[in-house]
């Protein structure tokens, strides 16, 4: 079975650039979650979707962040402007069903830096 | 929200001797706690993780307790190997909120 795939893996933009990552699930996987990491950290969540539905976009800095995932399987995250502090590694991740106590299989993430 | 606080941030061990990773939790109504383990350049990856209506778990080498009444739980891993080294989080997940809430992680580093 595929994991969860994201691209690109790495990305260096100027701030007050744009910048966008994309992410494709595990194949069935109704869920899908973008995580923010910053260098130290534990993952942060930035959104959830269930199927082509925004769960909990709570923690998602909407002046510049945005997300979609249109068709209920591939799922991007836009950041515009970019700011110095958006340097992280942006994690997507999936799970089946309506989440819940489930596991949340990870992609290998997108690394950003903001110079 | 959840507030998970995990410690020691970095731990160093020789190779065959155990390690312990403590986390506490401030939602008394969390009722999932997985494991999580990161290496570097990719994406966490679960372990083990615990229900609230168990006390302990084991999987080989590595085990999980929960104490729901002092919202604590700990990581256990005997007999570590080199390839245990990486970063270890732990989480904590309630109905209620939807979300899983990570701790800061630890370092483990286990020596040859």
């Known amino acids: 079975e595929a994991g969860v795939a994201q691209s690109p893996r790495y990305k260096i933009i100027e701030k007050r650039q744009s910048v966008a990552f994309w992410c494709n699930p595990i194949?069935?996987?109704?869920?899908l979650y973008w995580y923010q990491q910053i260098l130290g950290q534990g993952p942060k969540l930035l959104i959830q979707?269930?199927?082509?539905?925004?769960?909990?976009d709570s923690q998602l800095p909407k002046d510049r962040f945005s997300a979609e995932r249109l068709k209920g399987v591939d799922s991007t995250l836009k950041i515009q402007p970019a700011k110095l502090e958006d340097s992280a590694v942006y994690l997507c991740?999936?799970?089946?069903?309506?989440?819940?106590?489930?596991?949340?299989?990870f992609g290998p993430g997108t690394r950003l830096t903001v110079l | 929200g959840e507030n998970v606080e995990q410690h020691p941030s970095t731990l160093s061990v020789q190779e065959g001797d155990s390690a312990v990773i403590k986390c506490t939790y401030s939602?008394?109504?969390?009722?999932?706690f997985p494991w999580y383990k990161q290496e570097l350049g990719k994406g966490p990856q679960l372990i083990i993780d615990?229900?609230?209506?168990?006390g302990e778990k084991k999987d080989q080498r590595i085990a999980v307790t929960l104490n729901k009444t002092a919202k604590h739980f700990s990581l256990h891993i005997t007999e570590t190997q080199p390839e245990d080294s990486a970063v270890y989080f732990c989480?904590?997940?309630?109905?209620?909120?939807?979300?899983?809430?990570f701790g800061g992680g630890t370092r483990l580093m286990v020596k040859p």
């Open positions: 991740a999936s799970t089946p069903g309506s989440g819940g106590g489930n596991e949340q299989f």
């Open positions: 194949s069935g996987h109704a869920t």
């Open positions: 979707f269930q199927n082509n539905g925004v769960v909990d």
């Open positions: 939602d008394s109504a969390s009722n999932y």
């Open positions: 615990i229900r609230s209506n168990v």
């Open positions: 989480a904590a997940f309630n109905n209620a909120g939807n979300m899983l809430t």
